[in-house]
């Protein structure tokens, strides 16, 4: 068979007047002619260019599948990527925004910094969860409280305390009274603030009623009484690093609303 295919192309190479490719098919089916008259059995190699001489069409090779899935998933990972980088970005900024009203809420609640605590205590009726008679308490002493008064640079009033100090015994109350101005010619907002030295003191300064952190509004030329109603905590009579601090000093600084975080 593989002889009349070689001979039927030789003639038909003939027949078209291609004598190269003819010579082509000719040296191309000789090894296997060669072989075919030595009886057949020719080598791997002959065999091999046997069937190369006999096949005339063109070998294909299949091409490789691309990859779609390995691109969607590196999108999938970039959106997932940029989507918590952004939740980073948007919670950084809302904790700027919260980080001055919850640092108030800290040092109102541990007294850091000097900042005096605000009462936690019961209702008024039932006297403040204080002792009936402060001076039966173990240790308990006179503590002298002194005032301070300051108003930014900004704010056209004048504010002073009435009293320049009280003495008080741990878990008694007090009440205190600040004066304040407006001597600007409209009406003006004003906030103050406040804290207690010496620092470690801050934490058994607890205020029953306070104007700090309110607003306040003075008309021009007004002038108000502002009160402070407080106590010392009775355990202030416990801790070692109070025994020798007798004195207290309890500071407000007034500054234009616009000026204060509320």
Request: with cysteine; charged share 15%; glycine share 8%.
């Amino acid at each position: 068979m593989m002889l009349t295919l070689s001979r039927a192309r030789i003639l038909r190479c003939r027949l078209h007047h291609i004598p190269s490719a003819c010579h082509s098919r000719q040296r191309s089916s000789s090894p296997g002619m060669d072989g075919a008259r030595s009886g057949g059995s020719g080598s791997p190699a002959s065999n091999a260019g046997i069937g190369i001489a006999a096949t005339d069409a063109p070998v294909r090779l299949a091409a490789a599948p691309s990859d779609h899935r390995s691109g969607s998933q590196e999108s999938w990972d970039n959106a997932s990527l940029g989507a918590a980088m952004l939740g980073v970005a948007v919670a950084a900024v809302g904790l700027s925004y919260a980080s001055v009203p919850l640092y108030r809420i800290f040092c109102q609640a541990t007294g850091f910094g000097g900042t005096v605590k605000t009462h936690k205590g019961v209702s008024d009726d039932e006297g403040y969860d204080l002792p009936a008679d402060p001076s039966t308490l173990a240790g308990n002493r006179p503590l002298k409280i002194t005032f301070n008064s300051d108003v930014s640079g900004d704010l056209n009033w004048s504010f002073r305390p009435v009293q320049k100090s009280i003495t008080v015994l741990a878990g008694q109350t007090a009440l205190a009274f600040f004066e304040a101005t407006n001597h600007s010619s409209e009406p003006v907002i004003g906030v103050a603030t406040y804290n207690v030295a010496p620092m470690q003191a801050g934490s058994y300064f607890n205020k029953i009623q306070c104007f700090c952190f309110d607003e306040q509004r003075l008309l021009p030329g007004e002038t108000v009484d502002m009160p402070v109603f407080f106590y010392i905590d009775p355990e202030y009579l416990q801790d070692r690093r109070m025994k020798n601090i007798n004195t207290m000093t309890l500071s407000y600084t007034f500054f234009h609303s616009s000026d204060v975080d509320i």
